[in-house]
């Protein structure tokens, strides 16, 4: 079977020329459509601004009267004029209530001897210290001992006096407050405890140390000489607590 077409002709041989060319002729117009212009022919009317000169008023000047300010006051010199006065005038002289050592004091009527003031000896008791006293006070229930076992009967009971009314504060207990309170106080001629002072690491606790104190009951004084006098002791109280576990 033989070709029907012609090999003579072949439509892709000079392709790319026409595709050159297309394209030059396309670039063209784009060119010119781009490069095209139009311009407005319709005219525009020109008019015309009248300018009027302006208007100026004239301000007339007006003339303002302002007051004088007032004249300065005359200054009028008075003139003394002295006056003879025939009247006498009475002076009021003030004597001085000041003695000097040239006036002379009067005797009195009632002269009072030395003899007879009476001068009354106040006889003060002595305070003595526990350590050094020659006879310590007798706590109730120590009577009729020596030396010896009346201080350590004593001692035996201020201390039982003090567990018997020993109270841990419950404010202090709070606040996790403990410590050594030292108290000092006073044992009177007559056996009373006075002067009670104290000393330790809070109020609280020194409050109630005091109160243990104020408790003791009345002694027998302390003797020095043969005469009651007063005694100062000290005794120190532990506060200290213990946590459950």
Not at 87 to 113: K, L, Y
Not at 144 to 165: D, E, P, R, V, W
Request: proline residues 8%.
């Amino acid at each position: 079977m033989k070709a029907k077409k012609n090999p003579k002709l072949d439509i892709g041989r000079n392709s790319s020329i026409y595709f050159a060319i297309g394209l030059n002729i396309m670039l063209f117009f784009s060119w010119k459509a781009l490069e095209f212009r139009s311009f407005e022919t319709a005219s525009n009317d020109i008019e015309l601004l009248d300018l009027a000169p302006d208007f100026q008023e004239d301000i007339p000047i007006t003339t303002i009267n302002i007051p004088l300010p007032p004249p300065p006051p005359v200054v009028v010199s008075e003139s003394i004029q002295v006056v003879e006065s025939f009247e006498e005038i009475e002076e009021t002289v003030i004597e001085s209530t000041e003695s000097s050592q040239e006036d002379r004091i009067a005797p009195a009527e009632a002269v009072i001897a030395v003899e007879d003031v009476l001068v009354e000896e106040v006889e003060e008791v002595a305070e003595v210290p526990f350590a050094v006293i020659e006879n310590i006070p007798v706590f109730p229930g120590c009577e009729g001992l020596s030396k010896a076992a009346s201080l350590a009967c004593f001692q035996t009971k201020m201390n039982a006096h003090i567990k018997t009314h020993f109270r841990y504060p419950e404010e202090a207990l709070n606040l996790e407050i403990e410590g050594r309170v030292s108290v000092l106080f006073i044992i009177d001629e007559n056996g009373y405890i006075v002067g009670i002072r104290s000393r330790g690491p809070d109020k609280i606790l020194e409050g109630e140390a005091e109160r243990i104190i104020g408790l003791l009951p009345r002694m027998k004084p302390g003797m020095q000489r043969g005469k009651p006098v007063k005694v100062t002791y000290a005794v120190p109280i532990f506060f200290k607590y213990k946590v459950a576990l």
